[in-house]
């Protein structure tokens, strides 16, 4: 676990989910109370809490837990996240709320969707519904000293995710909204498993970009400059992504072929190919389910570039 400090108001406690580092991070935004967004996995609930302890937060001022969506490496510990603070309530998209109130067949999916990935994030605990908060696109939390977060919905990804303005910064809480950001090479890589609406994904995209964000808080990984060029980046590489599928696709190509060809034709996943395939979750979750997601759709929807 490590903290950071990244904004005036707004630090980054790097939970290291999986045992890796740069890969969920929860963010803490501080006014008058606190707000935490994103949870990470169940299994690295206890980094996070250290994380607040080190900032010297008194769990009694977290007001809100904000999850960008409940897949198990966003929202999945918010269950157990919530025990360790007396008042906070937990904000997620009202087609998130059953599933945080029961996670069993949240939790029967993940694994198999994720396998083994999803025994090492760790099963989820039911949040009680008296502290869960339906979110709705534009529902805004004041958190004090004149910092606001307004909450942004952001389907596609999946169906119950939300993104989250905030003003004096000018940025934005990804979530999975915007790919997967590689710090370290400046790359973004998408994150688009099935069922993936790449159409209503391509709306929420120009939704976000609307807001002409200057940063991108994003959950994998931190915090990434020129937002709004970043937006309109990953908006072409979905694009290419889904003509490239259509392509191999009408060349009657597999999934392990379509995979090779979007890697040679998309230079950001190229950049990242040798990070993507050390990396124990990235390596299943992109090559595989990424390309799978987009195959899907295009088969489904077409081409909608
Ligand atoms: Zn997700």
Same mark, same amino acid.
């Given at each position: 676990?490590s903290?950071a ?17 740069n ?7 501080k006014g008058?109370?606190?707000?935490i967004?994103? &949870? ?11 994380g ?14 904000a999850?960008?969506?409940?897949h ?8 157990t996240?919530i025990k ?11 087609r ?11 939790w029967?999916?993940s694994?198999?969707m994720?396998? &083994? ?6 099963k ?5 519904p008296e502290?869960m908060?339906?979110a709705y696109?534009g529902?805004?939390?004041?958190i004090?000293?004149?910092i ?6 952001t389907?596609?990804?999946?169906s119950?995710?939300?993104s989250?303005?905030?003003?004096l910064?000018?940025g ?6 915007v790919?997967?950001y ?5 790359v973004?890589?998408? &994150?688009?498993?099935?069922?993936f609406?790449m ?6 995209l120009d ?26 980046k990953? &908006?072409?590489?979905?694009k290419l992504w ?7 696709l009408?060349?009657g190509?597999d ?17 990242a ?14 090559l595989?389910?990424?390309?799978l997601?987009?195959i ?9 570039a």
């Open positions: 676990m903290v400090k990244i904004g005036e108001h707004i630090f980054l406690i790097d939970v290291e989910a999986a045992g890796i580092r890969f969920v991070a929860s963010y803490i935004i008058e109370s606190v707000v967004i994103e &949870t990470g996995p169940t299994s690295s609930i206890q980094n996070l809490v250290n607040l302890s080190e900032l010297g937060i008194d769990p009694g001022d977290v007001s809100y837990v999850v960008s969506h409940i198990l490496d966003h929202g999945g510990g918010a269950g996240l360790h603070l007396p008042k906070a309530k937990v904000l997620v998209h009202k998130g709320v059953p599933h945080l109130a029961n996670p069993e067949k949240l029967q999916q694994k198999m994720l396998g &083994t990935i999803a025994e090492i994030y760790g989820p605990e039911p949040v009680p502290r908060v339906a696109d529902m805004t939390l004041n004090g000293e004149g606001a977060l307004k909450a942004v919905e389907l596609g990804h999946a119950h995710h939300l989250y303005y905030e003003s910064s000018k934005i809480f990804t979530g999975d909204a790919g997967i590689v710090n370290e090479l400046d973004i890589v998408p &994150t688009t498993p099935p069922p609406r159409d209503i994904a391509l709306s929420s939704k976000l970009a609307s807001l002409k964000p200057l940063v991108l808080y994003y959950t994998h990984f931190g915090k990434a400059l020129n937002g709004a060029e970043k937006i309109e990953y &908006t072409r590489q979905l889904a003509e490239t599928a259509k392509f191999a009408d060349a190509e999934l392990g072929a379509i995979s090779q060809r979007i890697v040679e034709n998309d230079n950001a996943v190229k950049k190919e040798g990070y993507i395939r050390a990396h124990k979750v990235l390596r299943e979750t992109v595989k389910e990424s390309v997601g987009i899907e759709f295009v088969k489904n929807f077409g081409d909608p």
